[in-house]
């Protein structure tokens, strides 16, 4: 699946029904969340992963700000279930991947948002508070973390608690040094 979180709304990228913008998270019987009606395909090689990305990456929500031509105004996750299965000794190993990338955390007097992109420099950065939350709630070994601040952060709770490992890749701007350092000392929590 592929689905863009534009304020606070989920929408799947690979759709090309326009009711599909506004998905919601439900927990299975095993607790484990999944995005109602989000398009799924069988694939098979990273190839083919590439494409449905590419596909989806072109219907992303994108404005002009001072800061950037074409700034994301939105997060978008790739959700990826990997099945290995093993003939010889009759299993099936189960895990999911989460790519996320993340739109950018806004100075407003930087990036001159008025209006609609005011808007949703707004939603970014609370998803991106909620996030910081998140991970340090885990971090320091916190009883609650609180996850259902955001759908963000709702959506990877899969991906960044219990046994999960997560990486991440940062492009680092010299033109905005204060939102550079803020995302490397979050990065420094994961595990």
Partial sequence: SLV??????????????P???FLTIRE???RRLFITDAAQFLVSTA???LQLIQRGMRNRETARTKMNDRSSRSHAVVILNVEKRDAVECTLTTSQLYMVDLAGSEVVSKTEAKGSVLEEAKCINSSLFALGRVISALADGAAHVPYRDSKLTRI????????AVSVVLMHVGLD???ETEAMLSLAAKLK
């Fill in 4 to 17: 863009e979180i534009y304020q606070e709304n989920i929408s799947d990228l690979l759709s090309t029904d």
């Fill in 28 to 30: 299975d019987r095993r």
């Fill in 156 to 163: 990877m709770k899969e991906g960044l608690g219990g046994r």
């Fill in 176 to 178: 905005s040094y204060e």
């Fill in 19 to 21: 009711s599909s913008i």
């Fill in 47 to 49: 190839q083919e992963v």
